[in-house]
């Protein structure tokens, strides 16, 4: 008899009230924020972590990338050694980011295609564009979302989805799903790096020749200029930038720009793969240099950003972060996965947070959740008091200031989730998903538990020691120091019950996790 996977595959309906609409008093005295978060950029593609005062806080050696801006910005800026997408994939990332909940609460438990409806940002979350929207703020949204599931919504050509595959991946957001962002200029997920295109607040397409993150860079400087009114000018702004290089496909000049593939085209590939665990002889291994290169490039227009924001005399009342949705693997750990697994080269995002004069600059390890990001900015921005209290992530602004009267316990693990298609009906529409691998990141190792996904039983396991083996090339089984076993899955067990999730409801490998 086959098992039964109907108490394992999750529906992704949420029912919960709509989103409040009262009106509630603003306040315009806050920082402008500016958040970007170029796609697929690991934490170890930034140069400084080579120089001094930032090599031995972390215990590998960076990629050999040229990241001039990012060296300089880091030395301005707390800069976390150890921030974790706890769901490391575009679209969960996405939603974790936007509403402070998990995969399972923010509509979003997987990449969001037009096979998925179970799968998109939920209308009545309130998410951080929400908040700083009801809170008198102008919120801008420019580049990929790629957070709501694609309907036949295209404005251009009513009833037809804006591209013709299936599965549709592309999307188009229209007003009503735009929770509070007044400017937008976006899309959902298009692949074709110097040829990209946006939809702009009024719905209108724009087919644009020129790589994506410097046209992305343009509209930004625009938007802080106020060229041609994006803003009203007298309130502060929240400004998104989900640039998408240095995400695939990265293996032309299709992909980069020249100039910043020239660094790179000449040197031996081994120069480039030095991690201990990386294979150059793979057939991905030439997707380094243009990987590399779209890192360089991406500095590059975040330095034009941060040189715009200067010359408008905005930096001393603007908080910068940037960060990404997850990492890349680059011939790392065997695999051709860039994302998705508890890897540090997945997992490990960079996250480095600039507030002149309020945030002191600094190297901190602390393990920040994708969660943490929504509440961490509001709560920075003098918006606590205005978090929504069903959200998940935690609020570290106390600690990211140092504000030694508001004490905050700091996180010892991060959550590590993986999720899958589960049934899908004779159409192909996916119906609901499978949880298929949990774990945990501490400060000294990492472990994920991977379902066979017929019998429900773990099928395999992932457990390395960080601290000794930095690259994660030994997988220390299970049953080989069951002390520190036990004490991991009792930590993960009581990570899962407070998030309430899935593996914890369903009380998933009970025989191995003590949920109660
Ligand atoms: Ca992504």
Redesign the pocket.
Known sequence: MKPNLFSLVLSGCCAAALPGCSPEPQRTAGPNVIYLFP??MRNHAMAFWGEEGFRDRVNFRPDPVHTPVLDSFARQALVLSSAQSNC????P??GMLLTGMYPHESGIPL?CNSSRPISSLREDAVTISDVFSRAGYDCAYIG?L?ADFPTPNDPQRPGHYVEDRLPAWDAYTPAERRHGFNYWYSYG?FDVHKQPHYWDTKGQRHEIREWSPRHEADKAIAYLRNEHGERSGDKPFFLMIGM?PP?SPYRSLDDCMEQDFNLYKDLPLDSLLIRPNADSHMEKAESARYYFSSVTGVDREFGRILAALHQLGLDDNTIVVFS???GETMCSQGTDDP?NSPYAESMNVPFLIRWPGRIAPRVDDLLLSSPDIMPTLLGLSGLGDRIPAEIQGRDFSPLFLNDTTRLIARPDAALYIKNIDGETDSSGIVRNYLPVARGLKTERYTLALYLDPSTRQLDHSLLFDDREDPYQRHNIPLTENPALTEKLLSRLAAELKTVGDPWYRNRILPDLIPYE
């Open positions: 796609d697929q490391p994939l575009s679209s990332h996405r990449n990929k790629h997920t998408n995400h990404s949705d997850h994302k």
